[in-house]
């Protein structure tokens, strides 16, 4: 069972590895890079919002932190123009985390209501300040060295460092699920007072939780901002990033580890392909909107959940009625127990 | 720092401040009673600003007229999405799924109103928009006045619905302990469909004076609901003083910033203020500190 589970998990990740191969298009190739670094950004935030129930709306501060790292570094060493800048991606995500634990020390003191709120707050903190210090160019934001690879395989190396990194989440991810620190953070996720009450240390648990997450959205920043090549404050920090990360996560099923690879998928790839193709901001939030209000009120769950739930609903099923044709005729079926009545 | 720049601080803290209370006390209504964190407010703030403007610009309608008309248009649209998405919600995670519900309903509307309205910003208007007068050498606005005192009056019809009616006891009751409240016959239910729409009908009142105030367009709901947020969590979540107080003092904070150091560091300062206040008091200025929190 455990075996064949893995075997799906090889021919999706042997999938998304073929895309660049399949597809030349750079269009597409585009599409793919975004809609990869948002599969992993998507799975790291549901390691820690998914497992433990605070659902975090302020991650773009690892993002924008993880791009900033990226090109003030680049910039500041006179970085060569090339692969070299790839060297760059976990140092992004390593100053992510530096930063996640002050911010997860202050946010973590409250529970989950005021947690959201104050993730929001920090995000601002963080966005207002990009804009108004002297050091990351204001709103005219920062210009990285222009990478020399040509542009027919620009895209390439970008999406299979972004692969590699949603690789790499999707097990730290898996192996937290199998783990008593994930068991400590389902814990909370259940009944934090409760958890608290059994022995769990909830505070260092979740600031822990908090600033692994950090990693691999802070990484994925640092390859966004060499991808795009010029970063503004507005983008790296937007708010859009906060809430579709934890769309995309419900959308597949919080809390599943498969969920946000696919919730991201489907969303990134459907949003790109809807800006490529009608450039109407307008028209595209109220698809988004409408696409988010059906999933949150007909599969509460999330697609994952949903799927299985119905697959092994269906297996019970299918073993019920097994049950029943092996079971020996009862004695007295209820047709019968009905027809004697009739006759009193 | 001079007197008159402190002077000019604490009015705007009062009168904007009292605007964004009003707005804010919605949120932490609907907070209180029903566990439902209202992103949608900050547009639906910018939606009561638009009625105004659509009133004022086809059908010249003074814009405190107007409001007779948009309080009880917003009160409905409150209803309605309490209807349609609002109380399907269910389950322990319901306070989370209500952040992106709201969240997307939020976005249906940007979208509509970008475009109805375009994404120009536009401004209310009225021979009252750009008249003051002076007392001493501190300017009033005439209409940062009249949005204290609309403020002020609804602040207290709604302060009088919860206290003196018999409604605002199941309201009360409600925002105390929902299940207590059933219990002893009030459907919480109906009380929580009408408090999201008293909740929402505030924003009519608030979107006229927001809009009269600044030049806006649907974008602008972002800067607002991440103030009211701020301002919820600071006053206390579900505290209704708190909304008031951390509202006024939000805008007094920005104010004196932008005064000593620079303008550009007021909006950056409302979220600092939150931060440390946290770090004192996780629960906010006026929260009640309860053993068991969701």
């Given at each position: 069972m455990l075996q064949k589970k893995?075997?799906?998990?090889?021919?999706?990740?042997?999938?998304?590895?073929?895309?660049?191969?399949?597809?030349?298009?750079?269009?597409?190739?585009?599409?793919?890079?975004?809609?990869?670094?948002?599969?992993?950004?998507?799975?790291?935030?549901?390691?820690?919002?998914?497992?433990?129930?605070?659902?975090?709306?302020?991650?773009?501060?690892?993002?924008?932190?993880?791009?900033?790292?990226?090109?003030?570094?680049?910039?500041?060493?006179?970085?060569?123009?090339g692969s070299e800048l790839f060297a760059l991606v976990p140092v992004g995500g390593l100053v992510a985390m530096v930063m996640a634990v002050p911010i997860g020390w202050i946010a973590l003191r409250v529970r989950r209501h005021t947690f959201v709120v104050i993730?929001?707050?920090?995000?601002?903190?963080?966005?207002?300040?990009?804009?108004?210090?002297?050091?990351?160019?204001?709103?005219?934001?920062?210009?990285?060295?222009?990478?020399?690879?040509?542009?027919?395989?620009?895209?390439?190396?970008?999406?299979?460092?972004?692969?590699?990194?949603?690789?790499?989440?999707?097990?730290?991810?898996?192996?937290?699920?199998?783990?008593?620190?994930?068991?400590?953070?389902?814990?909370?996720?259940?009944?934090?007072?409760?958890?608290?009450?059994?022995g769990v240390k909830v505070t260092a648990v979740k600031i822990t939780g908090f600033t692994m997450s950090a990693f691999t959205v802070g990484a994925a920043g640092a390859l966004y901002a060499m991808f795009v090549g010029q970063i503004y404050p507005q983008f790296v920090f937007d708010p859009m990033f906060d809430v579709s990360i934890a769309l995309m996560a419900f959308l597949g099923g919080l809390g599943t580890l498969s969920g946000p690879l696919l919730g991201a998928l489907i969303l990134e790839a459907s949003q790109q392909y809807l800006t490529v193709t009608y450039s109407n901001g307008s028209l595209y939030l109220i698809l988004f909107g409408a696409l988010f209000l059906v999933v949150i009120i007909f599969m509460p769950q999330g697609i994952v959940t949903f799927i299985r739930d119905r697959v092994s609903r269906r297996a019970e099923r299918e073993r019920a009625a097994v049950a029943a044709n092996d079971a020996p005729p009862s004695p007295t079926t209820p047709v019968e127990g009905v027809a004697v009545g009739g006759t009193h | 720092m001079n007197t008159v720049a402190l002077l000019s601080a604490a009015k705007d803290g009062i009168l904007t401040g009292s605007v964004y209370a009003l707005m804010a006390t919605g949120l932490t209504l609907i907070f209180g009673v029903m566990d439902i964190i209202n992103i949608a407010q900050g547009i639906l703030v910018i939606l009561g600003a638009y009625l105004s403007y659509a009133l004022q610009v086809h059908w010249h309608i003074d814009l405190f007229v107007g409001l007779l008309i948009t309080i009880p248009a917003m009160f409905v649209v409150g209803i309605v999405i309490e209807r349609l998405f609002i109380g399907r919600l269910k389950g322990p995670e319901r306070t989370a799924m209500s952040i992106l519900v709201t969240y997307a309903v939020s976005l249906l509307i940007e979208g509509g109103l970008n475009m109805v309205f375009s994404v120009n910003d536009v401004q209310l208007q009225g021979w009252y928009v750009t008249r003051s007068f002076a007392i001493g050498q501190v300017h009033f606005g005439y209409i940062y006045v009249a949005g204290f005192i609309l403020a002020g009056v609804l602040l207290g019809a709604l302060y009088f619905m919860l206290y003196r009616?018999?409604?605002?006891?199941?309201?009360?009751?409600?925002?105390?302990?929902?299940?207590?409240?059933?219990?002893?016959?009030?459907?919480?239910?109906?009380?929580?469909?009408?408090?999201?729409?008293?909740?929402?009908?505030?924003?009519?009142?608030?979107?006229?004076?927001?809009?009269?105030?600044?030049?806006?367009?649907?974008?602008?709901?972002?800067?607002?609901?991440?103030?009211?947020?701020?301002?919820?969590?600071?006053?206390?979540m579900g505290s209704l003083g708190g909304a008031m107080f951390a509202g006024i003092l939000m805008v007094f904070v920005g104010d004196m910033v932008g005064v000593i150091w620079s303008p550009v560091w007021s909006s950056l300062s409302y979220f600092v203020v939150l931060v440390l206040v946290l770090l004192w008091r996780p629960q906010g200025l006026f929260g009640k500190q309860s053993a068991r929190i969701a």
């Open positions: 893995n075997l799906w998990w090889l021919v999706a990740f042997g999938a998304l590895g073929l895309f660049p191969v399949l597809v030349t298009n750079p269009t597409y190739t585009t599409i793919g890079v975004f809609t990869i670094i948002f599969m992993a950004c998507a799975t790291s935030w549901n390691m820690f919002s998914g497992y433990s129930g605070y659902i975090a709306l302020g991650s773009a501060v690892f993002y924008g932190s993880g791009a900033y790292t990226m090109a003030l570094l680049s910039i500041h060493l006179h970085m060569a123009a993730t929001i707050a920090v995000f601002f903190i963080f966005q207002l300040s990009a804009i108004n210090f002297g050091f990351t160019g204001g709103t005219s934001g920062l210009n990285l060295p222009f990478i020399t690879w040509g542009f027919q395989n620009y895209n390439t190396p970008f999406y299979y460092v972004g692969l590699g990194l949603t690789i790499f989440v999707t097990l730290v991810s898996a192996l937290v699920r199998r783990s008593r620190f994930g068991l400590q953070l389902l814990a909370i996720r259940d009944d934090e007072d409760r958890a608290m009450g059994l | 009616t018999r409604f605002g006891m199941s309201v009360r009751a409600s925002l105390a302990d929902q299940t207590s409240a059933a219990l002893v016959g009030i459907d919480v239910k109906r009380v929580s469909t009408i408090t999201f729409g008293v909740g929402i009908a505030v924003t009519a009142a608030g979107g006229m004076i927001y809009g009269a105030t600044n030049a806006f367009n649907a974008s602008s709901s972002y800067d607002l609901i991440s103030r009211l947020l701020t301002i919820i969590v600071l006053g206390g």
